[in-house]
């Protein structure tokens, strides 16, 4: 398995990761271009993406795991899995090597009878939120020949967790309201037509949507770092989101 390439400086990934995945416009392809767009970020074996309707599963997206291995998990090992037990509905994102002890992990039923046949050895994964409601859960899974995940790993699904979450979420209510008369891209720039943007601001949010960094931006607008953060800090009001992954997620979703 090739190794992550992520780096301790992830902007940029994040950034290429939405523009890759935000202008999907249905549930079931979101889900599986979620998944395979973070394995070119995040490699790994196989994986799955479980959707939740007030905390019932209603769908399981999956990657190299077959349909009895779901069924076997569904009908008895879910009752067996202590990561489940010890790490569920969680806002970060985490590894089966920091929530439990190997050694004590290996002389379990859940291990012996279920992990090791399908070869899943180390797990990483994060609970996707909105507003607090879980809406989906997130696993990557690696084989013992592999290596465990780095930190690195979990910094990044921590940061795209909230945009994926907010996504979710509008396309949900987006096929919820499947008789309006207007689109799923018309009901998302309805969302922002009256932020008001100053041409500076629109200027400044373009380049964060480019991926450049605060220096960066200060340097090609001749304006200090502190400006840039004030006009950040007012497209951030503005824009009704807290960072800029969150930003530059609302700014994909209008193209």
């Given at each position: ?7 301790e ?45 007030n ?162 931006i ?15 800090q ?15 997620s ?6």
């Open positions: 398995m090739n190794e992550s390439k992520l780096s400086n992830i902007w940029q990934y994040v950034v290429e990761f939405l523009t890759n995945t935000t202008f999907i416009t249905t549930l079931d392809e979101y889900g599986y271009t979620i998944l395979n767009e973070i394995r070119s970020y995040i490699p790994y074996d196989a994986a799955h993406l479980i959707s939740y309707d905390n019932q599963i209603m769908d399981f997206k999956k990657i190299n795991i077959s349909d009895k291995t779901i069924e076997n998990y569904n009908d008895y090992y879910q009752q067996k899995d202590i990561i489940r037990e010890r790490f569920f509905n969680e806002k970060s994102a985490s590894k089966s090597s920091l929530i439990i002890d190997y050694r004590e992990w290996s002389r379990t039923e859940f291990f012996n009878d279920f992990l090791l046949p399908n070869q899943f050895y180390y797990l990483c994964g994060i609970d996707i939120h909105h507003n607090n409601k879980l809406l989906a859960t997130l696993t990557l899974i690696r084989s013992r020949n592999s290596r465990d995940f780095k930190t690195v790993d979990l910094l990044f699904l921590n940061r795209i967790s909230t945009c994926i979450g907010n996504h979710i979420y509008l396309l949900k209510e987006f096929n919820q309201n499947a008789t309006q008369a207007i689109s799923f891209k018309e009901l998302q720039k309805e969302r922002i037509r009256n932020l008001e943007l100053t041409p500076r601001e629109i200027e400044i949010a373009r380049l964060v949507k480019s991926g450049m960094t605060n220096k960066e200060s340097n090609r607008l001749f304006i200090s770092k502190n400006t840039v953060k004030k006009h950040l007012n497209i951030y009001n503005k824009c009704d989101v807290s960072n800029k992954v969150s930003l530059v609302k700014l994909h979703q209008i193209n």
